[in-house]
């Protein structure tokens, strides 16, 4: 595939499209300061993972709150607008954090739920925005295209970070003695910045609104039911995703610079491989990737539980890097498309199945927070480190089987 039929390629999809791909790519390069770095900083500020947990868990809390706001929000903005909000109250929330001297677990946990409401705009938006301007023959595409940008910012962003930090570390510049930390509020700066950008290339799309405000229900489809215990079983690793590297590579192999390295390794050859999947999979190819996207992670958790070192770690970190974005290109499209016909057979809007959708990923964060918090609390936070992993990767499995059969039934 060479480049200028890439351009064209993209240039030939709707306005829509183009207009949230470019925004996402944009806030992508604020993504890993969020969810990398910020697990980092409280590790070095507290040496404490189960208070990363912590505020891990408190962040999702918000997330989960915000889906229900924002419902409610939908009647009086636009989602346009309610996504805009997200991307900016995201980067000043981050900046909050960075900037209280005294790291408090009440102050982590305010601070998280604070980060989980404003990435919660982002999320529930998005995935309504996206609904509406794609269909399932191009969203393969679509989140192939979207992969490859937040796995390579995920390369160089972190790469960048980490040498930064490393670098400005005990440095005397226009007269400030630059810390860790203190690099850390810079970079939060930038993430505003770069989140003013992105809401300005919002700001040029034009998109459609839902026609029905009313959207929380208790009962379902048997189909979307399904579907919800998929999304519990995706959430249930998720947090693990944003915290478990973090968290491993401060204990076993060094600062923000190795953080950085070890990310960048695995994320090069990722990006290139789901935007290739994407622009060649079809629908149907979907679960085949789903299936290699699990047993590269659950290899990764095994691999880190029998090592538990240095050598453990990197094998975890790089399956992690490959399973996220090749499992997310197979999942988003099977979830979407269960929303196209699930919402069609009830006669409901689309974003009361993107908020009970929330809730079923909150199920499985809950459960794999409070999993660890309770072995490193009756155990050790070794053996959760250790062991935590396995065990949902494990049970993660079983979205295999689940998938498969949501995605033969929707296509019916």
Request: net charge positive; aromatic share 14%; proline share 3%.
């Amino acid at each position: 595939m060479k480049g200028a039929g890439e351009i064209a390629f993209f240039k030939s999809q709707p306005q829509a499209i183009r207009t949230i791909l470019v925004t996402n790519l944009l806030f992508a390069m604020v993504l890993p300061l969020i969810e990398i770095f910020a697990g980092a900083y409280i590790m070095r500020n507290t040496g404490s993972p189960s208070w990363v947990i912590v505020y891990q868990l408190c962040m999702y809390v918000g997330v989960v709150m915000t889906s229900l706001v924002n419902g409610l929000l939908l009647r009086w903005f636009k989602s346009k607008q309610l996504y805009a909000f997200g991307i900016l109250i995201s980067a000043v929330a981050l900046m909050v954090m960075m900037f209280i001297r005294s790291v408090t677990l009440p102050m982590l946990c305010a601070t998280g739920f604070l980060i989980g409401l404003a990435t919660g705009f982002f999320w529930t938006n998005r995935y309504l925005l996206t609904l509406y301007a794609t269909d399932d023959s191009n969203r393969n595409y679509f989140f192939g295209f979207e992969s490859f940008f937040f796995s390579l910012w995920n390369i160089v962003i972190p790469i960048v970070v980490g040498a930064f930090l490393a670098t400005v570390d005990g440095k005397e510049i226009l007269g400030v003695t630059f810390s860790v930390n203190t690099g850390y509020k810079c970079i939060t700066v930038a993430a505003l910045l770069i989140s003013i950008c992105a809401c300005l290339a919002l700001s040029r799309g034009t998109f459609r609104s839902p026609e029905n405000t009313n959207f929380f229900y208790l009962r379902f489809h048997s189909l979307w039911n399904k579907m919800l215990c998929l999304a519990s079983l995706k959430g249930m690793v998720q947090g693990f995703l944003v915290t478990a590297p973090a968290i491993l590579i401060m204990k076993f192999i060094g600062g923000e610079g190795s953080l950085g390295l070890i990310q960048g390794i695995g994320g090069a050859i990722t990006a290139i491989m789901v935007y290739v999947l994407g622009r060649v999979a079809k629908p149907e190819d979907r679960m085949k990737i789903c299936g290699f996207g699990l047993f590269v992670f659950f290899a990764g958790t095994l691999a880190n539980g029998i090592l538990f070192s240095g050598v453990g770690v990197i094998v975890f970190i790089l399956a992690k890097v490959i399973f996220q974005p090749v499992y997310d290109l197979a999942y988003f499209p099977t979830m979407m498309k269960t929303i196209d016909v699930v919402s069609k057979i009830e006669n409901r809007t689309e974003y009361t199945y993107i908020m009970s959708h929330e809730l079923g990923l909150f199920a499985g964060r809950a459960f794999g927070m409070i999993l660890f918090i309770l072995m490193a609390k009756f155990i050790s936070e070794d053996f959760a480190l250790r062991f935590a992993l396995p065990v949902v990767g494990g049970l993660q499995l079983l979205s295999l089987p689940l998938a498969r059969h949501i995605n033969k039934k929707a296509s019916e």
